[in-house]
């Protein structure tokens, strides 16, 4: 019944990816259900959704280049310091579904508009969902949109510059790559702020860099420099800025520029085969053992003696 209400708005894999997260330790599905505190009928997502378009400042853009298959995503509200707020929330999930049914993407960048990546939630948002209720829903709902996110069979990198932080560290963890400039910082500022991680941020920060460097980055609150953060496995790649002084809005298109030809180093194989591959490492991850060779024995059948894999073998390619 779950299974099919998700799938109605999501890819089946994904469905099964949500339902999984939410299965805490493989517990059956009653019992996650009888965990959860809060209704989410329908009508009360009806009336929460309304809530958050309410508070309406910025917005999440997404643009698709059709060329090479990357789509970016910018998180837009420069006089917070791109903090999302209730709006954005609604706009982030409605880019996700863009994203979901995107056939001939490869891959997908998200960053912050004018220098900086993002200051997490929008205190004045915050400020007027501060019922354990309400928090509750937030949660829910970045949870399954980041989860979302995290499943698509794009290849997806955060580009940091500036700060990303709270949610905004949050959000980096969603994606397979973090690439920083040197003066970027990732902070989990939120013990600081007497609150835990909404947006499923641990969870996938220990699946990232392991129990004792999550536990030091998350109960320290301190900002994270580019250098540390690579050091630890959080980042995957430093792009040197030349000016000594603040990241500055023109810095913008140059880094987008390095950010975007990152990637396309992971993107130049067929479409096909670059989300197949991606879906693969993900089943690899979410999945257990047994469960992720059988999806990818079922990935590998479905490129074996396919148009890409004929035309390399016609080539007698020589790997030197
Ligand atoms: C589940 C997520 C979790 C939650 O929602 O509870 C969190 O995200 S917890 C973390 C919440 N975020 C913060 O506490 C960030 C607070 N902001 C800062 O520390 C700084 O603003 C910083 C480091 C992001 C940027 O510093 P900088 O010196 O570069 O800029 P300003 O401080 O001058 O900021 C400019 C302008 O933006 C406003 N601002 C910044 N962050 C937020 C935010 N999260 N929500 C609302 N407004 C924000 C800041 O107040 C300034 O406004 P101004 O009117 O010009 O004073």
């Known amino acids: ?114 220098g900086t990546f993002c200051s997490g939630g929008d205190l004045t948002t915050v400020q007027n969902i501060l ?70 941020g641990a969870t996938r920060l220990v699946r990232l860099v392991g129990r004792s460097h999550s536990l030091d980055m998350l109960c320290s609150s301190r900002l994270l420099s580019s250098q540390e953060c690579l050091r630890q496995g959080l980042a995957d790649h430093i792009i040197p800025i030349q000016t000594p002084k603040k990241e500055s809005v023109e810095d913008h298109d140059d880094v987008m520029k390095i950010g975007r030809a990152w990637l396309s180093q992971y993107c130049r194989a067929d479409r096909q085969l670059v989300r197949d591959m991606k879906t693969a490492v993900l089943g690899a991850c979410e999945l257990d053992y047994m469960s992720s060779l059988e999806r990818e024995r079922a990935i590998f059948n479905r490129t074996w003696g396919g148009p890409a894999h004929k035309r390399a073998l016609d080539l007698n390619i020589k790997h030197s």
Not at 77 to 99: H, I, Q, T, Y
Request: charged share 25%; net charge positive.
């Open 1 to 114: 019944m779950t299974l099919r209400l998700i799938s109605s708005r999501c890819s089946i894999y994904t469905a099964e990816k949500i339902l999984r997260t939410r299965q805490v330790k493989r517990k059956p599905l009653r019992s996650l259900l009888r965990c959860r505190p809060y209704c989410t009928s329908s009508s009360h997502e009806i009336s929460f959704r309304e809530r958050l378009q309410s508070y309406g400042e910025g917005s999440v853009d997404l643009t698709k280049d059709e060329t090479d298959g990357i789509a970016v995503i910018t998180l837009n509200n420069p006089n917070k310091k791109n903090a999302v707020s209730g709006k954005m929330m609604l706009d982030f999930r409605n880019v996700v579904e863009d994203l979901e049914a995107w056939d001939d993407g490869k891959g997908v960048i998200l960053t912050g508009s004018q």
């Open 131 to 200: 019922t354990p209720e309400q928090g509750y829903q937030m949660a829910d709902f970045m949870h399954e949109t980041l989860t979302r996110l995290h499943c698509l069979p794009l290849i997806s990198m955060a580009l940091v510059q500036g700060n990303a932080i709270g949610g905004g560290a949050e959000l980096t963890t969603a994606c397979d790559f973090r690439v920083m400039t040197n003066t970027a910082r990732i902070g989990f500022v939120h013990m600081k702020m007497g609150v835990l991680t909404g947006w499923g």
